[in-house]
C-alpha cells in the first residue's frame, strides 16, 4: 500500500509591490521579487495586477508592474 503523503493547510499573507525597470515587464517583475527577498521569507507566488509604462518620443522609456505576493505565514 502507497505511504500517505501528510498535507498541510497554508494561509498566506499578501503584500503588494511596483517593480520598474527600463528594460522590459519581466525584469520589472524580477526586480520587485528580488529587492522584496531581502526583507521578506517563504514567498510563494506572485500575481500581476497592474502593468503601465512611459513613453518619450514614441518609444517606452520605461515599465511599472503592480504585483501581489503571497507570503507563508510563519508560526
Not at 26 to 55: C, P, Y
Amino acid at each position: 500500500m502507497p505511504q500517505a503523503t501528510e498535507m498541510k493547510d497554508h494561509v498566506y499573507k499578501i503584500l503588494e509591490l511596483v517593480g520598474s525597470s527600463e528594460k522590459s515587464i519581466e525584469d520589472a517583475v524580477q526586480n520587485a521579487i528580488t529587492r522584496a527577498s531581502k526583507t521578506v521569507r517563504e514567498m510563494k507566488w506572485f500575481e500581476v495586477v497592474q502593468t503601465r509604462g512611459d513613453i518619450e518620443n514614441g518609444s517606452i522609456r520605461h515599465y511599472q508592474v503592480a504585483l501581489r505576493v503571497g507570503f507563508t505565514l510563519e508560526g
